[in-house]
């Protein structure tokens, strides 16, 4: 129940590319999110879509660089990264909420990935 599984993480250099997937179950029908954790800092919210994949808010850092979108005949969530930076050196994590909405914190998502690490080069 509410099984989500990333992949898709690497090292890159800056500069480089990454598209990282999550597959989840056929239980999963509300919005969802990727959020990522770097060492030593606290888990950091990147990006959510609503149910349909409509709907889409980024962080602040991550837009012009960062494109989510969801394929549920898939059962599929991407999140493509391009221009990426030391500092996007990181677990990330997809979620996944009960509700339809977009959510931007953490406590709406109960359903999690374990994470796919992702490091960039300088």
């Known amino acids: 129940q509410g099984q989500l599984v990333e992949s898709g993480g690497g090292s890159v250099q800056a500069g480089g590319s990454l598209r990282l997937t999550c597959r989840f179950s056929?239980?999963?029908?509300?919005?969802m999110a990727w959020f990522r954790r770097a060492p030593g800092k606290n888990r950091e919210y990147v990006v959510s879509?609503?149910?349909?994949?409509?709907?889409?808010d980024y962080a602040t850092f991550v837009k012009g660089r960062f494109t989510a979108s969801r394929d549920n005949a898939e059962r599929t969530l991407y999140l493509e990264m391009n221009n990426l930076k030391p500092e996007d050196t990181a677990v990330y994590l997809c979620?996944?909420?009960?509700?339809?909405?977009?959510?931007?914190?953490?406590?709406?998502?109960?359903?999690w990935g374990q994470g796919t690490q992702v490091t960039v080069s300088s």
């Open positions: 056929d239980d999963i029908r509300g919005g």
């Open positions: 879509m609503d149910a349909n994949g409509d709907r889409i």
């Open positions: 979620a996944a909420s009960d509700g339809i909405g977009v959510h931007t914190g953490a406590y709406a998502f109960a359903y």
